[in-house]
């Protein structure tokens, strides 16, 4: 029997979203990237925005989007896609904007950007990958690393009483007004990744409401910089990462009186 026979359109009962370039991942194995990437692509192809949509990435792990998401994609420097989101949003109001960002980036560098485009209330989403490390550059400590997390830069693991303690960007921004809605997600199962493809959508939607700020935070493993096999990096998320920075919704709007 020929392959093909067996391979037909009625068959198939999941394939890759067209939205995927032809580009094998590069991640490390394991990674929570890509299915991160498969999520928001999905939702944009069953949105049928694709061609409306302008996507935001700046330095670190998170770069690497471009060579793999086939939409309008715009780099920013280290820690400032919030801010060329800000502008693009407001260049091309109708289209649906997004910057995709790690812990380093997002929580670091980019603390002030992120915390004054949330504040005015821009109205674009804001898609966060939190593995609580700097995954590309080194493995070195982020601020979102756990009390006692072993890294380049704090290989006996981080002493907050000199390092300070993670913080919580997310439970932060969610204080700020122009903050519509904060979620924390996951993809390191199936149950999670349908929860986390279903606050993308939510995200993008809300965009239609012009009410500001959407914020998916999606705690991720780092199994390369967390020197573990992906299995191993899963099960310590789970065990560590999860209690600190539990999942589910954070800011969700209240239904508006009629």
């Known amino acids: 029997m020929d392959i093909k026979d067996i391979i037909k359109p009625e068959n198939i009962v999941y394939q890759k979203t067209k939205l995927f370039t032809e580009k094998p991942l590069s991640y490390c194995p394991g990674c929570g990237h890509g299915t991160a990437h498969r999520m928001?692509?999905?939702?944009?192809?069953?949105?049928?925005?694709?061609?409306?949509?302008?996507?935001?990435?700046?330095?670190?792990?998170?770069?690497?989007?471009?060579?793999?998401?086939?939409?309008?994609?715009q780099q920013a420097a280290h820690g400032r896609a919030p801010a060329?989101?800000?502008?693009?949003?407001?260049?091309?109001?109708?289209?649906?904007v997004f910057t995709y960002q790690g812990d380093g980036d997002l929580a670091a560098i980019g603390t002030a950007e992120t915390i004054h485009a949330c504040n005015r209330g821009e109205n674009f989403t804001m898609i966060f990958i939190n593995n609580g490390i700097y995954g590309m550059?080194?493995?070195?400590?982020?601020?979102?690393?756990?009390?006692?997390?072993?890294?380049?830069?704090?290989?006996f693991g981080r002493d907050t009483e000199i390092m300070g303690n993670p913080l919580k960007i997310t439970e932060l921004l969610a204080q700020l007004p122009g903050v519509y809605y904060v979620t924390?997600?996951?993809?390191?199962?199936?149950?999670?990744?349908?929860?986390?493809?279903?606050?993308?959508?939510?995200?993008?939607e809300n965009q239609k409401l012009k009410k500001g700020i959407s914020f998916v935070e999606i705690v991720s493993n780092c199994n390369s910089g967390w020197k573990m096999t992906p299995n191993q990096s899963n099960k310590w998320?789970?065990?560590n990462m999860f209690p600190f920075y539990p999942l589910g919704d954070i800011k969700v709007p209240q239904l508006e009186k009629v």
């Open 84 to 96: 060329v989101a800000t502008a693009v949003k407001r260049l091309m109001p109708d289209k649906f």
């Open 184 to 204: 924390r997600q996951a993809v390191h199962t199936p149950n999670a990744v349908r929860k986390t493809k279903k606050a993308l959508r939510i995200a993008f």
């Open 137 to 155: 550059t080194g493995g070195q400590m982020a601020p979102t690393t756990l009390p006692g997390m072993r890294a380049s830069t704090c290989p």
């Open 40 to 73: 928001l692509l999905e939702v944009l192809e069953e949105m049928n925005i694709q061609d409306k949509t302008v996507g935001i990435a700046p330095v670190g792990c998170s770069v690497l989007a471009y060579e793999f998401l086939d939409i309008d994609m």
């Open 237 to 239: 998320m789970e065990d």
